[in-house]
């Protein structure tokens, strides 16, 4: 892993053109973060709804954020997805996951009793958790070489999508109740099915096409995992993005589904409040991941970058650590700190710089490891959130989000990899010394081990 950031000639650049087959495919697969954050919203701003419901006590609240999208269900379906996408291709896994997300979300939605609110939130937790990973990977193996950013910024901008329009909708049926809440599952549903729809049409990845074609000629068999872990420059790819994202994944897991929470213990009581102030962290994010991460996450230092979007999002956090008196104004600046950092920060990111780490063999297996590690640490920490938020306050748990961010934050600055304008072939052999679809496995095995050694 290279520690030194700049913008290198486009050394080993690819013939693909940004085409319209190109965008509609980026598009269409990275309409599952659009699903995947939407449902984190639309369970976040019915929580208190299914609470009151169902009569569930806070520890059944943080349950349910638990086993949802957004942590322990997620983990379970990328462990699932990640390594069927390698062995199977990209198309396998986004051909059939929608399917099984429309069936939990029709379990949300008609839920009359606990058991199928719950179902229907672990289903589609495992059905992103397939989804996502694989998308990213997809996504960034199609694009042109000096533009894998502004195609990975796209399923960023999905994501971020997601929540302002599940936020938007919230706010406009808060008057609905419950029913509002089961509307907005609905609609997911719908878009769920006409991305299912439009992708029927999609081609396999031809990066993951030659690469497997080469495998199957040199006898090569997929090991998953295993092979994944047997190279130590995997390993040290692997504590990187860990470090990047698992624990900035765990602060955005607890705002995402918990920050109207946070905002009613700071003061915000009532729901149009909570949710205009998460339209505007939405808003901003959106507006940033267009502006910030798409237009330069090509042009200039992807250090200096990231850098001042984990930057922003610690600024943030410390207003409701560290300021005894959280006022309005102070939690309007919180959402727009937040919102840019958001876009610019270590998500999209940590999707662009696993795709470029890693071998075609086990990319999508090392995104689905890494995403499983992000929702454990997300679902360990939102079981105990809600009480922690309850019985110590606003900046006992800004605290708690202070630190992780910080640790992030220098992580991502200091060892950021020099692959920006790069083949993801010309980085492969820079990392591990071979193209590994060209040699039988158990031989790179070993030279990079006697490599390191």
């Known amino acids: 892993m290279t520690t030194q950031q700049s913008s290198p000639p486009l050394t080993g650049q690819s013939a693909k053109k940004p085409g319209l087959h190109g965008y509609r495919a980026t598009v269409a697969v990275a309409m599952s973060n659009y699903i995947e954050a939407g449902s984190i919203i639309a369970l976040a701003t019915s929580l208190t709804l299914w609470q009151d419901r169902f009569g569930l006590s806070n520890i059944a609240i943080g349950l349910a954020a638990a086993i949802s999208a957004n942590a322990f269900g997620a983990a379970v379906g990328a462990m699932i997805g990640g390594p069927l996408g390698d062995r199977y291709g990209r198309k ?21 009793q606990p058991w199928m609110l719950f179902t229907g939130i672990v289903i589609t937790g495992i059905a992103v958790g397939a989804g996502v990973p694989v998308a990213w990977t997809y996504i960034a193996e199609e694009a042109p070489d000096d533009l894998r950013a502004r195609h990975v910024g796209t399923a960023q901008l999905a994501w971020s999508l997601g929540p302002l329009v599940g936020f938007a909708l919230a706010t406009a049926l808060v008057p609905l109740g419950l029913l509002g809440s089961r509307i907005i599952f609905a609609h997911l549903f719908v878009i769920a099915f006409v991305t299912w729809w439009v992708r029927r049409g999609l081609g396999e990845s031809e990066v993951w096409k030659e690469s497997n074609v080469k495998q199957q000629k040199l006898g090569n068999k997929r090991r998953g995992f295993r092979e994944l872990l047997s190279h130590p420059q995997n ?36 729901a149009v409040g909570q ?12 507006a940033s991941t267009y502006w910030g991460f798409m237009k330069y996450g090509d042009r200039v230092s ?20 560290f300021v005894p008196h959280v006022t309005m104004p102070l939690l309007i600046l919180f959402a727009v700190l937040w919102g840019v950092s958001s876009g610019i920060g270590a998500q999209a990111f940590y999707a662009l710089w696993t795709a470029e780490m890693f071998a075609t063999a086990y990319r999508a297996s090392a995104q689905g490891l890494l995403f499983f590690t992000a929702r454990v640490a997300v679902g360990l920490l939102s079981y105990l959130f809600p009480t922690l938020l309850a019985n110590q306050g606003v900046p006992f748990v800004g605290t708690i989000m202070v630190a992780l961010l910080a640790v992030a934050m ?20 820079e990392r591990y010394g071979a193209d590994l679809d060209d040699v039988a496995r158990p031989a790179v095995t070993a030279k990079v081990a006697a490599d390191v050694r």
């Open 235 to 270: 390993l040290r790819a692997l504590l990187f993005l860990i470090g990047v994202y698992t624990l900035w994944n765990t602060v955005a897991g607890q705002a995402g589904i918990f920050m109207p929470r946070v905002y009613e213990t700071a003061g915000v009581s009532s």
């Open 92 to 112: 396998f896994i986004y051909t059939y996951d929608l399917l099984m997300y429309m069936l939990g979300t029709a379990f949300i939605v008609f839920a009359g």
């Open 275 to 286: 949710n205009l102030l998460q339209v505007v962290v939405w808003g901003l994010t959106v």
């Open 410 to 429: 220098v992580v991502g600055m200091v060892w950021a990899p020099d692959t920006a304008g790069k083949s993801l072939k010309a980085i492969e052999r």
């Open 302 to 321: 992807r250090r200096l970058l990231y850098g001042l979007g984990a930057g922003l999002g610690l600024a943030a956090w410390m207003i409701l650590a």
